[in-house]
């Protein structure tokens, strides 16, 4: 019964076995970054008598099952909308000297269109059979002149773009009370371009 | 002066690899860490939409909800677009026992600011989304966020 040292394990294989575990979790990570359209909902309560919306401050979007889009009554391409939204939402129509002047637009300030960005409301109407792919362009497009109207607002009033901040605020790049501060910026911002974006009730059928 | 005169550089020794399996280790245990094994598994097809007007998702106080329809492996299930909450189909009807039921799984301080992510599958018709949106108005679940892939719709075309 003679004792015998035991031999040293050979760990020179140990690295292959760490490289094959560490190769099989870096094949099944999937690092998920889940990225997308926020939207606050509408609570669901019936308003006793809801505000009269003057024709000329609403932007009537309708898509229809065929994924076409009608806009204000026309038709028109997905591509143009943008500039369309825009365009109505930074109209400014209201003339000078009435309490509803809009004194930082840009826009054309047609009389036909919307008086002032506070009071403009674009209203998304589809229909049931429209696809979702199609419905989230439109909702994108629609943010994305909101977007650009808020950054052109914040960069002039603040030299930092709407969209840079909030991001810079959502990733926590500024801390304590400048965080405050620039919140109080976000808010005023968007006070002057709130996102009045409705959706009407869907059609029921593919009409 | 020979004091200074270059030793003759003979072979380079080898470079000891002793710490190779410590580097692994490290790499290893970084991406064991951050793997997350998804919880439940997708039965719907899910082919999202683009968006490039993004917003981040809070990952911890959020509820997801699928939609699209039966995936590889699930044709049984038709070919009609489904919902799936967790683990199963729902039906619209259903939808507010399983929301109830994940909301719970929540943190208590983040359960009355859930956010629901729709994960929609770019095919589904919107009048599905439009009944799941009335069922999540009726909860008073009134934060929502449609996940989205990066790009543009418009530069497919």
Redesign the interface.
Known sequence: MARRATPEVNAGSMADIAFLLLIFFLVTTTIEKDKGIARQLPPDIEIQDPPIIKQKNLFLVTVNKNDQLLVEDELMELDDLRQAAIDFLDNGGAPSGSPEYCNYCKGKRSPESSDNPKKAVISVQNDRLTSYKMYIAVQNELVAAYNFLRDRESQRLYGWKYTEMKQAINEGDIEGSRADAVQERLEEVQELYPLKLSEAEPKKSGS | MSKFKKKKSGDLPAIS?AS??DI??M??FF??V????RDSNLMVQQKL?????????K?DRSIFIYAGKPGSGYEKYGTEAKIQIGDKFTDVSNIKFALEELRRKLRPELQDKV?V???????????L??DV??E???L?L???????T?G???DQ?
């Open positions: 690899t190779l399996p692994v280790f790499l290893l991406f064991m951050v793997t997350v094994l939409p683009k968006g490039d007007q993004v917003e981040k998702l990952k956010m992510a729709l994960k929609v599958d770019e095919d589904t018709n919107t009048g989304v439009t949106k009335q999540l108005r009726d008073n009134l934060k929502i966020i449609y996940i989205t990066p543009n719709q418009l075309k």
